[in-house]
């Protein structure tokens, strides 16, 4: 892999990780927000955080062995068109089963997006100990950015 196309793919992975950070952190951030313009409560809609990581834990170990049948590539398509759109369609939610609902389908596509681009980064990394520090940085920056 050409020097340029490595770090193309390598911030294409990077990206797909952030998207589940920053879901979480802005989800979490706005929920009194999404409560008011839904007429519920905040404690009421935290129930789509938790169907979101229960989801998301129940699909996590068939992640790894998707992408070893189909390959990485068309796992991480996969996941991140799916997260994208079931994000959009849980912002335009009208209604609190609306968006359990589609934070639920998107907790299945998060079980396959951070995980394996998270193993995708490790694997083209050219040195494991400097793909790992690498890895470790570019997420906590896309922690810290979901905060801005």
């Known amino acids: 892999m050409k020097k340029i196309n490595f770090n193309i793919v ?11 950070l920053i879901d979480t952190t802005v989800m979490n951030n706005i929920l009194p927000k999404i409560a008011e313009s839904l007429d519920t409560t905040p404690v009421h809609l935290k129930m789509g955080i938790s169907i979101y990581m229960i989801v998301m834990g129940m699909f ?9 049948k189909i ?9 991140a068109s799916g ?10 939610a009208t209604s609190d089963t609306e968006l359990f609902i589609f934070r639920g389908i998107q907790g ?10 998270g193993l995708a980064y490790l694997k083209f990394s050219e040195n494991m100990l400097e793909g790992t520090a690498s890895l470790s ?10 905060q801005i």
């Open 10 to 20: 390598m911030m294409a992975i990077v990206t797909i990780m952030g998207m589940d």
């Open 60 to 68: 996590l170990p068939l992640s790894s062995w998707m992408a070893e």
């Open 108 to 117: 299945l596509f998060a079980a396959f997006s951070a995980p394996v681009a």
């Open 83 to 92: 997260f994208g759109l079931f994000s959009l369609l849980s912002g335009i």
């Open 71 to 79: 390959g990485y590539k068309s796992t991480l398509i996969f996941a």
């Open 137 to 146: 940085n570019y997420t906590l920056i896309m922690a810290i950015a979901g």
